[in-house]
């Protein structure tokens, strides 16, 4: 199996901060990368499919880059909807796997 | 507009077999490319891939899993079904479906999410 290891775990920041989250493949994956949103109680939805293309509807301020075995999921600046869990997940192989989660914080 | 929703029951007892249906509308799992997957999270846990179906009938199963889940469709219905044997507490969590259609669009429609329960 393909392990995806996100970092960090968790971290805080503030309204208007750029953050970036990163994923690690163990082995590599092209493109076959997707980044997930989720807020408390609700379902995930997707952000960034393909590695780096923006999902229909979300905000510019995201973006995704990578290929291989290292992704990065980039907030240009953190608005306050955006403080959330992210997740990874690579389709490149079966079975499919999510990293751990990225939960973000408010400072 | 792409809808999915699941099914089943809320509580169910260890080594009872779990019935998860998937009904869902927009889309039509006779089309190529199209497929439906499950996915899972227990409490406060991370996401977890289960199963998948496309529409060529071709499935996909969590190696760690695969022996305990069944996934079928019925394309007349617009219908995914999910059957986990052998049910256990650590299976509690909310368990999704989520559509497909290729690489592309892959899980970019999930359902609301079902909470399924494991106690006696």
């Known amino acids: 199996d393909i392990q995806m290891t996100q970092s960090p775990s968790a971290m805080s920041a503030s309204v208007g901060d750029r953050v970036t989250i990163t994923c690690r493949a163990s082995?590599?994956?092209?493109?076959?990368l997707a980044w997930f949103q989720q807020k408390p109680g609700k379902v995930p939805k997707r952000l960034i499919y393909?590695?780096?293309s923006l999902q229909s509807g979300v905000p510019s301020r995201f973006s995704g880059s990578g290929s291989g075995t290292e992704f990065t999921l980039t907030i240009s600046s953190l608005q306050p909807e955006d403080f959330a869990t992210y997740y990874c997940?690579?389709?490149?192989?079966?079975?499919?796997?999510f990293g751990q989660g990225t939960k973000l914080e408010i400072k | 507009q792409i809808t999915l929703k699941e099914s089943g029951p809320t509580l169910v007892k260890p080594t009872q077999t779990l019935t998860l249906t998937c009904t869902f509308s927009g889309f039509s799992l006779s089309t190529s490319g199209v497929g439906v997957g499950w996915i899972r999270q227990p409490p406060g846990k991370a996401l977890e891939w289960l199963a998948l179906?496309?529409?060529?009938?071709?499935?996909r199963y969590s190696p760690s899993l695969k022996s305990r889940l069944t996934i079928t469709k019925d394309t007349s219905k617009n219908q995914v079904v999910l059957t986990m044997t052998n049910m256990d507490p650590v299976d509690t969590a909310t368990y999704y479906c989520a559509h497909m259609e290729y690489d592309i669009a892959l899980f970019d429609y999930w359902g609301q999410g079902t909470l399924v329960t494991v106690s006696s």
């Open positions: 082995q590599g994956i092209s493109n076959y």
């Open positions: 393909a590695s780096s």
């Open positions: 997940l690579q389709h490149n192989s079966y079975p499919y796997t």
């Open positions: 179906i496309y529409w060529n009938d071709d499935k």
